[in-house]
């Protein structure tokens, strides 16, 4: 049924074959694609989040935004709830307890800063571009945001 070789049926060296490539494969992408540690351009208002290793988990928090350059001192005035508006924008932690990988991550909560809004539950998503999707979702209705690598 399948031409030998040395011995071996051939499909069986073409699976071999393919295995060893798609391993190969794999080591020659670089850690840095595979780890999404580091600064983040959101992609609205120059914002920039840190995303950084919280135990076991991933975080991330504001490390710089247009808003923050011409005030570093701004707070976090557009929550929806008026007793956490006083807080600084400025290392606010938007991404908590994100956990999987290589190429995606569920967690939660996510908080965005610009619309003073957040979900529960979150996403994330190395996208093969090297970007990074987020979303976040409240019930069934999620909304997502493209970021991209700044280091």
Do not use: H
């Not at 914002?47 to 919280?54: A, K, L, P």
């Not at 709830?81 to 939660?108: C, N, T």
């Amino acid at each position: 049924m399948f031409a030998r070789t040395k011995g071996k049926p051939k499909a069986f060296s073409m699976v071999r074959t393919v295995a060893i490539c798609a391993g190969l494969t794999s080591l020659t992408q670089p850690a840095a694609a595979r780890d999404l540690t580091g600064i983040w351009a959101t992609g609205t208002e120059g914002g920039r989040v840190q995303i950084y290793r919280c135990g076991e988990a991933l975080c991330g928090r504001v490390v710089d935004a247009a808003r923050l350059r011409a005030n570093p001192d701004l707070t976090d005035l557009r929550n929806s709830d008026a007793a956490l508006r006083a807080r600084k924008l400025k290392g606010l932690v938007v991404l908590q307890g994100f956990k999987g990988g290589p190429a995606e991550w569920e967690g939660g909560p996510v908080y965005d800063p610009e619309t003073g809004s957040g979900a529960r539950k979150g996403y994330l998503k190395l996208l093969p571009d090297g970007k990074l999707e987020l979303k976040g979702c409240v019930a069934f209705f999620c909304r997502t945001k493209i970021w991209t690598r700044v280091r």
